[in-house]
């Protein structure tokens, strides 16, 4: 078991090795992602502001929930979870894309993964843009606790990664995960305090969640440092974090273990 | 494409004079009795046959034993299923073999299917910058060989056009020409292509030649005999996964030929 510990610094070589076909990679996907629309890559900032000035119509004017400022605190709610949420759907069908490039060239194969990845932090951290615009139009102060951003992205990027190599792994072998996904994706987006407070809802139903679910506290950790200017438990986050990283590890294993076998399948 | 992969210390022999040994290598595929993809045909199948198995298994390629000196340019040649491109990609080091060890002394290279690992969108440029990284070359060494490549594809005029608006003899030459750059020391070569008009041949000719006489070794699969039997050192000839020949060209080709010769089809495979 020791030995297969080894998995964890050779990624760290590898990721290391390739930083120029990452960095190559996420300049691909953001010079294509926009290259023919008007706008441009102005959809970065302009995708998440219109998704969130919808769900603000509907919850604060039609459904109402009591909290100022309703539509930064969806936007800060969003802006993790979206992240999350499109890595890992993304990457589900990057090994099948990437197939005559691995059959061909010997790379190893989380390298589709965190191209992906690195490409949609890119865009989290572009996202943050109009976040502050939005802040400033509505008067809403800006804390000093926003600086803290990188960090409390830490565990959300680790929990991404490690869940984006399950699932490209599983769809490798079980063409349904996408499928099975996209749908735990919405209920995961429900059982996230995105669009409500911890304090919406019971208490034995928010201690199972944090248990179960730890983008739960990372979202409220992200959220809080923009919102409420409150910086999270230094204990809470290290358990967080700590949990994150085995959830890396674990996509790590479970990917090394498949790779070799992702050639007979696709 | 081509691929460059330095040794991968499994075993490293290197004494010097064997650019790739394979010692009893197995490649195992499953075929399909009727492939279920989703979660809910692995279940029902389960519940109908009490098992999840839905293929048996076949040997693309059983015990081969080979080696391949340096400096040397090998053939393999065998009828379609005999093999030889599973061979290939065991030698580049892309599929990994159910069985057996493979031996590698250099970097490896392989030259199938041209531009795999080019994205359409991007222009001849932003491609070599893309493709190079894919091996592992930084910035600036990608960058000092650009004007070359370009060059010698003769597309210096279509630099900045993106590659979908190519012809495929375009494209064909781009990919030739950064994957030639890569300059392995083996070189691996799938039924090298119609690639651009005769002049262009020749220039990749010399580039072959230029190659052996730098003391590198050159595989290649072909189905084009005459060719083979012109250039190769050795041929190599497979049948339904097993070697049962390696050495003297004409000899190859006349074992190939002969009405004796199985292929997967006469084994009633």
Redesign the interface.
């Known amino acids: 078991m020791i030995a297969a510990v080894t998995f964890i610094p050779d990624f760290f070589v590898q990721l290391f090795?390739?930083r120029?076909?990452l960095?190559?990679?996420v300049i691909?996907d953001l010079?294509?992602k926009y290259?023919r629309s008007m706008l441009g890559y102005l959809w970065t900032m302009l995708h998440p502001l219109g998704m969130m000035v919808i769900l603000a119509v509907v919850f604060a004017g039609i459904m109402r929930i009591p909290v100022r400022d309703y539509s930064i605190f969806l936007f800060c709610g969003m802006l993790p979870f979206n992240f999350f949420s499109s890595t890992a759907l993304m990457s589900l069908g990057s090994i099948r894309a990437n197939a005559?490039?691995?059959?061909?060239?010997?790379?190893p194969k989380y390298i589709f993964v965190l191209s992906i990845t690195f490409s949609n932090l890119f865009n989290f951290i572009v996202a943050l843009v109009p976040l502050l615009i939005l802040m400033l139009i509505l008067e809403r102060p800006i804390p000093i606790t926003a600086l803290t951003f990188p960090i409390m992205m830490i565990p959300i990027v680790c929990i991404t990664i490690g869940v984006s190599l399950i699932l490209a792994t599983s769809n490798v072998f079980?063409?349904?995960?996408l499928h099975?996904s996209e749908v735990g994706m919405q209920a995961i987006y429900f059982l996230s305090p995105v669009l409500y407070r911890r304090e919406d809802l019971p208490q034995w139903l928010v201690d199972i969640l944090v248990i179960s679910n730890p983008l739960f506290n990372q979202i409220e950790f992200f959220r809080d440092i923009f919102f409420s200017g409150v910086l999270p438990d230094p204990k809470l986050f290290a358990i967080n974090l700590a949990s994150s990283l085995v959830v890396l590890a674990l996509g790590l294993w479970i990917f090394k273990r498949s790779e070799?076998k992702f050639?007979?399948f696709v | 494409m081509l691929v460059t992969k330095k040794i991968k210390s499994k075993s490293n022999k290197g004494d010097g004079t064997r650019a790739l040994t394979l010692k009893e290598v197995t490649v195992k595929y499953r075929s399909y009795k009727e492939r279920p993809t989703s979660l809910k045909e692995s279940i029902i199948r389960f519940v109908r046959h009490g098992t999840f198995r839905h293929y048996s298994t076949f040997d693309a390629l059983s015990k081969i034993n080979l080696t391949i000196p340096k400096g040397h340019i090998i053939g393999i040649i065998g009828s379609n299923g005999s093999g030889k491109s599973t061979l290939l990609k065991v030698l580049a080091g892309v599929l990994l073999p159910t069985a057996g060890v493979v031996e590698r002394s250099g970097s490896i290279a392989s030259l199938i299917e041209l531009g795999a690992g080019f994205d359409p969108e991007l222009n001849a440029i932003e491609n070599l910058y893309l493709h190079g990284s894919l091996y592992r070359k930084s910035k600036a060494a990608i960058k000092a060989r650009i004007s070359h490549i370009l060059n010698f594809a003769e597309l210096e005029e279509f630099a900045f056009t993106p590659v979908k608006y190519y012809s495929s003899g375009m494209f064909a030459r781009l990919g030739f020409s950064a994957a030639i750059d890569i300059d392995p020391d083996i070189l691996l070569v799938d039924e090298i292509l119609a690639v651009g008009d005769e002049r262009f041949k020749d220039k990749c000719d010399t580039v072959f030649r230029t190659f052996i006489e730098s003391g590198k070794t050159i595989v290649m699969v072909s189905h084009n005999m005459d060719m083979l039997v012109r250039t190769t050192d050795t041929i190599v000839v497979l049948s339904r996964g097993e070697v049962i020949f390696s050495g003297d060209p004409k000899e190859a080709v006349n074992i190939y030929r002969d009405p004796n010769y199985q292929t997967r089809l006469t084994a009633g495979e």
């Open positions: 090795l390739y120029g076909y960095c190559q990679s691909r010079r294509t290259k005559r490039l691995f059959g061909q060239v010997p790379v079980f063409e349904d995960t099975l070799d050639l007979y």
